[in-house]
Nanobody, 123 residues
Framework: QVQLVESGGGLAQPGGSLRLSCAAS????????MGWFRQAPGKEREFVAA????????YYANSVKGRFTISRDNAKNTVLLQMNSLKPEDTAVYYC????????????????WGQGTQVTVSS
């Protein structure tokens, strides 16, 4: 069992930055791939970024590539999402998730989810 708690959301201006953090419980955190997803009102949950258990590989949605960076610290049971050059279309609830499956860019491959944190980008 893995419990996930996100933090760091809030209001940012277009072009600004936010850093999301996901704290995981359990001593087996390092065996899970981790992902960030987001869901805007009236839309389906979509993939944002993912990182393998070792941190050796990362994956990004085309819409955030070059602006967002995912990282993890297995010693601290934490995964981060640094979001730069934010746009109004980045507004959504952002979710952290954990997976032991293979295709970690797909929402259905994740077994554990956090409660989400709101990110609003507006002037």
């Amino acid at each position: 069992q893995v419990q996930l708690v996100e933090s760091g959301g809030g209001l940012a201006q277009p072009g600004g930055s936010l850093r999301l953090s996901c704290a995981a419980s359990g001593r087996i955190f390092s065996t899970y791939a981790m992902g960030w997803f987001r869901q805007a009102p009236g839309k389906e949950r979509e993939f944002v970024a993912a990182i393998t258990w070792s941190g050796g590989s990362t994956y990004y949605a085309n819409s955030v590539k070059g602006r967002f960076t995912i990282s993890r610290d297995n010693a601290k049971n934490t995964v981060l999402l640094q979001m730069n050059s934010l746009k109004p279309e980045d507004t959504a609830v952002y979710y952290c998730a954990a997976s032991r499956r293979n295709n970690i860019v797909v929402v259905t491959q994740y077994d554990y989810w956090g409660q989400g944190t709101q990110v609003t980008v507006s002037s």
